[in-house]
C-alpha cells in the first residue's frame, strides 16, 4: 500500500522532533484491506497527527546568560589567635607564699605574678643555698685578703735579702779596693776580711732564718689545704647517695672541690720539692762564701807579698765580675721567684674566688626565681593560684596573651587552597564592615580528619579577642583552560550533577542541548565553569532537570 505523501511528511516531523526514526507502520488487519482507501488514509493521517502533536509541545524553561569576569572569591569563617601566648612556670617547685596578680589582669614584662617559699612555709632551699653561697663568697674574698698580705710580706723579705746582697757586694768590692790601696797593709786587709766575715755570718744566718720561714709557710699551706680536702670527702661521704637533683648538685659541687684541692696540692708540693731544692742550694753557697773569706784570709796572711794575685784569686774565688756577686745574683733569682711564686698563688686565690662569685651569682639567679614574673606583656589567662598551692616546674601554671598581635585562621577544602590567590588581598568582616588584610600563610598539607587546609590572614591591631569568629572572603585565581580567558559562572541551579559527568542544558534555537562541563570554585549561588561553555551560551535554568537533549523548549 503506498503512503499518502502528507503522513510521509508528518513521520518525517515527527522524528525529526522526536529524535525517532519511522522505519514503517504494522500491517492493517485483512478486514482493513478491503476498506475503502480513502477511509484507511484518513484514519491514519488522524492517529499520526495526535501522536505529531503529543511529541511536539515544547517545555517552558528560563535562561540566562553565563557571566564572564565575575569576581570569584569563598566566603568562609576564621578563628582569632594570638601571634603570641607565653606558658608561666613555676622557677621552683614550693609552696606559694604570695600572690599579686588575678585571671585576667593586664600585666608588663617583669611584674611580678606570685612568690614561692618552702614547704608549710619553711625556707626555701634556694634560700639556704644563697646564704651559703655568700658565706663562702666572704670566706674567699677574705682568703684573698691576706694571700696578698702574705705575698706582700714575702716580697719584702727577698727584696731585703737582695739589698744585703747588695751590700754585701759592695762591701767586698770596698774590701778589694782597699787591698788595691794598702798592699803593704796586710794587717788592715786581714782586719777588713775577718770583719766582712763576721758580718757574712750573720747575714747567713738571718738568710737562713727567713728561708726557713717561707718552707714553714709553704707546709703550712699544704697542710690547711689537706684539712679542707679531708672534710670535703668526708661531706661526700656523708653524703651518701644521691637521690634529688639538690644533692647531685651538693655531690657535683663538692667533687669538683675535691679535684681542684687535689690539683692545688699537687702545685703545692712541687713547689715545696723547688723550694727545699732552693734552700739547700742557698746553704751551698753561704757556706760555700764563708769558706771562700776564710780561704782568703789565709792567703793574706801568707801571701802579703803578692796582694796583686792575691786581689785576682779572691775576685774569682768570690766570683766578681766587675759589677755582681754571686750573692747578688742569687738574691735577684729570689726576688723573681717570689714574684712568681706569689702570682701563682694569687692566681689560685683569685680562682677560688671567682668561683665563689660564680656560685653566689647561681644561688642568686635561683633565689629570683621563686619570684615568677611575667615574662611580656599581656592578658594573663588560666592564673588560678592561691596562697598555700603547691607548684613545680613541670607544667605551666598560667598563660600570658600577647593583645597587640592577632592572626586569623580559616580553613577550606584541598582544592580551594591550591586556587587561593597570594597576590590578592582577603576581606575580613570587623564591626559591621569589611576590612582588606594581608594572607600570610596557605598550609602545605591537608589536616588528615578533616582533610581541610589552613590559611592563615594578617589582622589589623585592633581590639580583638582570642577565639573570635569572623566571616572572611578568599581572592580566588581563575582556572579557565585559556589562561587569557577568565572563567565563568553560571546559577548554581542550573548545573546537574551526574554520577560520572557534571552537564548542563543550553537552549540552541528552541531546542536542549546538553553540554558536559567542568566545574571549580562555588561562590554564593554561582558555580564556576572552567571548560564546556562560552560567553554566548543560553544556560537554561528552571526546568533543566526534566529536560533531555533534544527537547524542544519555550523560554519564559
Known sequence: MKLPSKILALSAAFAASTGLVVYGFMSLPASATTEEPATVNQEAAVQTDQLIQTATVAKEVTVMGVENGYNSSIETTGTVSSLTLVNIFAGAPGMVAKVYAQNGQTVKAGDVLFEVTGLQGNTHPYVSQLALAQKSYDSAKKSYGLTLSANDSSLKAAELQLQSAQHQAEGLMLDLQGMDVNLAGIKNGELILRDTFDHTRVKNGFDYDNTQDGLDALNDAIDALENQKYNAEQDLEDLGTVDTPEEQMIFDQLKAGIDEMNSSLEDLYTKAETAHNGYDTLQEGLIMGENQLLAQLAQTKTQGEALYLTRQSTAAKLGVNGELTDGVLMAEE????????????????????????????????????????????????????????????????????????????AFVDIETAQRIDMKGLAQVKIGGRWVPVKI?????????????????????????????????????????????????????????VGTEENYVYVNESGVARKRLVKIGAISGDRVEVVDGLSGSDAVIVQGARELTDGDSVTVL
Open 334 to 409: 729570689a726576688v723573681n721567684a717570689t714574684k712568681l711564686r706569689n702570682e701563682a698563688s694569687l692566681v689560685q686565690v683569685k680562682s677560688g674566688v671567682d668561683a665563689a662569685a660564680i656560685n653566689l651569682q647561681m644561688a642568686q639567679a635561683q633565689a629570683d626565681t621563686l619570684k615568677v614574673k611575667a615574662t611580656i606583656g599581656g592578658t594573663l589567662e588560666g592564673f588560678d593560684i592561691h596562697a598555700g598551692q603547691m607548684v613545680g616546674q613541670q607544667s605551666p601554671v598560667a598563660n600570658i596573651l600577647d593583645t597587640s598581635s592577632f592572626e586569623l585562621k
Open 440 to 496: 600570610m600563610h596557605i598550609g602545605n598539607s591537608a589536616d588528615v580528619m578533616t582533610k581541610l587546609v589552613p590559611v592563615t590572614l594578617q589582622l589589623p591591631k585592633i581590639s580583638l579577642k582570642a577565639n573570635q569568629v569572623l566571616n572572611v572572603q578568599l581572592p580566588l585565581v581563575y582556572s579557565g583552560v585559556n589562561s587569557e580567558v577568565k572563567s565563568v559562572f553560571i546559577p548554581l541551579d542550573a548545573l546537574i
